[in-house]
T-cell receptor, first 117, second 114 residues
Framework: AQTVTQSQPEMSVQEAETVTLSCTYD???????LFWYKQPPSRQMILVIR??????QNATENRFSVNFQKAAKSFSLKISDSQLGDAAMYFC??????????????FGKGTRLHILP | NAGVTQTPKFQVLKTGQSMTLQCAQD?????MYWYRQDPGMGLRLIYY???????DKGEVPNGYNVSRLNKREFSLRLESAAPSQTSVYFC?????????????FGDGTRLSIL
């Protein structure tokens, strides 16, 4: 079974600085999808960025980028120019290639990010 | 564009009471999910449904039942609530067969069992 590990329960970063959140996963599959979700105090789950395992190029979305290391099974999230609105819980998620009824998504336990003004 | 709608948003129950959490999506998604979120535990899958008429257990199904009433609706029932079921519950949906598509989440239900 696949597992997702976020080893940093909490992190803090100064406003305007850069921070990297770690995520590792365990799988025997060669094709899969990875996601980072943001959960602000409002409890909404917001997609931040996604990565297809077959793509070597790291995904980027404005100030958010990932460092995807397939061999190391690592998928870290880098937030550049941190803003107060980035303060949230961040979840890393793994999704297998969906096959009929087996379409589960596995979440890590989350990293709470604090932004210091 | 409602997306995923969960009701109620908050609920307080006494131990032993029953209740049903409702979830509906208007995106024509095949797959629907129920998660619970507890501090330090992330999101844990309770049950999911890959299509109308099918349901499967997730990581923590004990004490819960589900019904996939139709393609739009997926309800979660607590038959005899216990304090250990105090949690925030999320319903989610996504397109089946589209692996790079993210899940869409409801706003959550905060449930307290006294």
């Amino acid at each position: 079974a696949q597992t997702v590990t976020q080893s940093q329960p909490e992190m803090s970063v100064q406003e305007a600085e850069t921070v990297t959140l770690s995520c590792t996963y365990d799988t025997s599959e060669s094709d899969y999808y990875l996601f980072w979700y943001k959960q602000p105090p409002s409890r909404q789950m917001i997609l931040v960025i996604r990565q297809e395992a077959y793509k070597q190029q790291n995904a980027t979305e404005n100030r958010f980028s990932v460092n995807f290391q397939k061999a190391a099974k690592s998928f870290s999230l880098k937030i550049s120019d941190s803003q107060l609105g980035d303060a949230a819980m961040y979840f890393c998620a793994y999704r297998s290639v969906p096959l009929n009824r087996d379409d589960k998504i596995i979440f890590g336990k989350g990293t709470r990010l604090h932004i210091l003004p | 564009n409602a997306g995923v709608t969960q009701t109620p948003k908050f609920q307080v129950l006494k131990t032993g009471q029953s209740m049903t959490l409702q979830c509906a999506q208007d995106m024509n998604h095949n797959s629907m999910y129920w998660y619970r979120q507890d501090p330090g535990m992330g999101l844990r899958l309770i049950y999911y449904s890959a299509s109308e008429g099918t349901t499967d257990k997730g990581e923590v199904p004990n004490g819960y039942n589900v019904s996939r009433l139709n393609k739009r609706e997926f309800s979660l029932r607590l038959e005899s609530a216990a304090p250990s079921q105090t949690s925030v519950y999320f319903c989610a949906s996504n397109k089946q067969g589209m692996g790079n598509q993210p899940q869409h989440f409801g706003d959550g239900t905060r449930l307290s069992i006294l």
